[in-house]
């Protein structure tokens, strides 16, 4: 079946931190006063919290752990805000999607609360970038769930088979998409996960531009 359509991960896939994520949460944690706080104990945290409306509940999680009364959402606030000022596009992405909706439908699913996602998008200034952009705090089920590729099918209008996925993450993505029946294309970059074996192809993510085209044109 001919590929009509591309999904695509927001973080690490289309847009990168300029500083480590680890570095990032140790700033917010020291900007509302809090605690240090653990990058694997967030990621637990976050995997538990994908269909929230915002990070509050995903950092009273973290706070139950500490002796402390800071406010989970004022912590919230304050990576939210560091995110924000550290996120920048892939480079020549923007103009590559672009080209891209003229050949195929080209959707965003992010896993994430509504909150952290929209903005994250309206900083970059791509709250028209998508022909649909899907968070999965607005959804009721976060990747892997296919209940969640489900939701970007239906947006795009689109069938599992010819749908591409891209994304970076192992489980989430790669998995994911391919439980329900879409392409999945895996990125990776340095430090980044492991080829995962279930992927279609893989690209390192500085060729995603110059190469994604060809790979759809293939499949």
């Known amino acids: 079946m001919t590929v009509t359509a591309v999904g695509f991960d927001l973080d690490e896939t289309l847009a990168v931190p300029t500083r480590d994520r680890a570095t990032i949460l140790g700033d917010a944690a020291e900007t509302a006063d809090a605690p240090p706080l653990s990058r694997e104990a967030y990621l637990e945290a976050h995997r538990r919290n994908l269909t929230r409306e915002t990070r509050t509940p995903i950092f009273a999680d973290l706070l139950a752990d500490h002796d402390t009364d800071v406010d989970p959402e004022r912590v919230a606030t304050a990576y939210r805000e560091e995110i ?14 672009t080209r891209l909706r ?46 969640a590729f489900e939701a970007l099918l239906d947006a795009l209008g689109t069938d599992p088979g010819e749908t591409a996925y891209v994304g970076d993450d192992v489980d989430a993505d790669i998995a994911g998409a391919a439980e329900a029946g879409l392409v999945p294309i895996q990125v990776l970059y340095e430090g980044g996960p492991e080829p995962s074996p279930r992927a279609a192809v893989h690209l390192p993510r500085e060729d995603l531009v110059t190469r994604l085209p060809e790979v759809l044109d293939g499949l």
């Open 84 to 97: 924000a000022d550290a996120l920048v596009p892939v480079p020549e992405i923007e103009p590559f999607l």
């Open 102 to 147: 003229s050949e195929y439908r080209v959707g965003l699913l992010t896993n994430g609360p509504r909150l952290a996602q929209r903005d994250k998008l309206a900083t970059l200034g791509w709250n028209d970038m998508f022909d649909t952009a899907l968070v999965t705090g607005e959804l009721d089920a976060g990747k892997p769930d296919p209940a």
